[in-house]
C-alpha cells in the first residue's frame, strides 16, 4: 500500500509540473513547514497593513454612524481664525456617563459640533467659555471618548486637550448637569498656547470704543428711531431741507455744508440688507424734493475726521454707507441708480461721539464722481 501511495503521489506531482511548463509559469516548489526569517518579516508586514487598514476602517465606521452635528468645521493646521469660536446652546437628556468612566451630565444624540480636522500640530485644544457649568464630550476620529466636567476647582467650564490630533472627524457635545437644561456660550478651538480658559477675554478679540449707556437705553432709542421718519423730515428746521431740485440742479451738482453731531446709533434704523454706521441726528441733515426721475445720483461727504452717510429714499427705504472705498478712503459715499421722484432725506454720521464732524455734502447726478480721499492713516493722526 505504501508503494501505491508514494506512486500516486509522484504521478500528481509530475502532472502539476507539467501544467505549470504548458501555461508559461515556473514550476511550483515545495515550501518548508517552517517559515524562514524573510517569511516571517513578510508576514509580520502583512499582517500590520491588514490590522491598520482595519482600524481605520472600523474607526471611520464608528464616527460615521453617529448623528450629524448641528455645527460642521472643516479646520486646518495653521487656520487663520486662531482662535476659532462658535456660538452654541449646550445640553440634552441623554446620559453621557454611556461614553466611559469620568463622563458625566446629559447631551443630545447629535454632536453639538464636528471638526473635520487635517494637518499637523502639537495640539488643539477645546473649551467652552459661558456662565453656566457645562460639561463636554470628545469623540476621536479613533472612536474613543474624551471627557470633561471642570477645567479646575476655580473654573467650572470644561476644557480638552487633543495632543498630536490625527486627521479625521472630531464629534464634540457640550452638555449640562440637569437634563434637558439650555447652556448658551462660546465652543473654543485653538493651537495656541497663549489662549486658554483661564486666560481668555472675549473683549480682547474685538476692541472698540463703548457706546454711552444713555445712547442704549430702550427707552432712549426707540422714541429718536421713530421721529426719524419722512414726515419729520418735512419739519427741518434748515432752510435747504426744503429744496426742490429739477434735474438740472442735480447736473450741475448741489452743495451744503453741513455739521455732523447726532447721538443716535444708525444702526438701529430698520435698513434691509446692509448696515448703517454712525451716530446721526433725529432730523435730516439735508432735505430735497427730486422732481423727476433721473438715470444716477450719487450723495457724498468730505471731511477731515471719519464719518457716515445715511439715505432715506421716497419709498422709506435706508442705503448707507462708511467709507466710499473700504480701507482707502473714509469720506461716505451712497449711489442710487434711477432714482424716483420725491423726497429724499439725508443724515450725516459721526463715527467719534466725542467731538461734532463738519464738511461739504455733495448731491450730483454722476456715475464717477467721487468724494476727496481721506486716508484712514490721516483721520488716525
Not at 157 to 184: F, K
Not at 351 to 378: K, R
Amino acid at each position: 500500500m505504501n508503494r501505491v501511495r508514494w506512486a500516486a503521489l509522484g504521478l500528481i506531482a509530475a502532472l502539476l509540473l507539467v501544467a505549470g511548463m504548458l501555461a508559461g509559469h515556473a514550476p511550483v516548489t515545495a515550501q518548508s513547514a517552517t517559515p524562514t526569517p524573510v517569511a516571517e518579516e513578510e508576514a509580520d508586514a502583512a499582517e500590520i497593513v491588514a490590522t491598520d487598514a482595519v482600524t481605520a476602517t472600523v474607526a471611520h465606521a464608528v464616527t460615521d454612524t453617529v448623528t450629524s452635528a448641528y455645527v460642521s468645521l472643516d479646520l486646518a493646521a495653521g487656520f487663520p481664525l486662531d482662535p476659532f469660536l462658535v456660538s452654541v446652546n449646550g445640553g440634552g437628556s441623554v446620559d453621557a456617563s454611556q461614553f466611559g468612566e469620568g463622563c458625566t451630565g446629559f447631551v443630545n444624540d447629535a454632536p453639538t459640533v464636528s471638526l473635520n480636522w487635517e494637518g499637523e500640530t502639537d495640539f488643539v485644544e477645546a473649551f467652552f467659555y459661558s456662565a453656566s457649568d457645562p460639561v463636554m464630550v470628545v469623540q476621536t476620529p479613533a472612536g474613543d471618548y474624551l471627557c470633561s466636567d471642570d477645567a479646575n476647582e476655580m473654573l467650572l467650564d470644561p476644557v480638552i486637550e487633543m495632543a498630536q490630533p490625527a486627521n479625521g472627524r472630531y464629534n464634540i457635545w457640550v452638555g449640562s448637569y440637569t437634563p434637558e437644561q439650555l447652556i448658551p456660550g462660546l465652543l473654543v478651538l485653538t493651537t495656541r498656547s497663549e489662549i486658554n480658559l483661564g486666560t481668555f477675554d472675549l473683549a480682547s478679540l474685538v476692541q472698540r470704543a463703548p457706546i454711552p449707556e444713555d445712547v442704549l437705553e430702550p427707552e432712549e432709542v426707540a422714541p429718536r428711531r421713530a421721529e426719524i421718519t419722512a414726515g419729520r423730515a418735512g419739519a427741518a428746521s434748515m432752510a435747504e431741507a426744503e429744496a426742490v431740485l429739477a434735474n438740472e440742479d442735480i447736473i450741475d451738482g448741489v452743495k451744503r455744508n453741513v455739521t455732523a453731531a447726532g447721538t443716535v446709533p444708525a444702526f438701529e434704523l430698520p435698513a434691509d440688507d446692509t448696515f448703517c454706521a454712525g451716530f446721526i441726528g433725529e432730523e435730516p441733515d439735508f432735505s430735497f424734493d427730486l422732481e423727476a426721475e433721473g438715470d444716477r445720483l450719487r450723495v457724498y461727504f468730505e471731511a477731515q475726521a471719519d464719518s457716515t452717510l445715511v439715505v432715506q429714499l421716497p419709498d422709506g427705504t435706508y442705503l448707507c454707507n462708511d467709507d466710499a472705498v473700504t480701507g482707502d478712503n473714509l469720506n461716505p459715499l451712497v449711489e442710487i441708480p434711477a432714482p424716483a421722484g420725491g423726497r429724499y432725506n439725508v443724515f450725516v454720521g459721526r463715527v467719534q461721539q466725542d467731538e461734532p464732524v463738519t464738511g461739504e455734502l455733495f448731491v450730483v447726478e454722476s456715475s464717477t464722481q467721487m468724494p476727496a480721499d481721506l486716508d484712514p492713516s490721516t483721520d488716525q493722526e
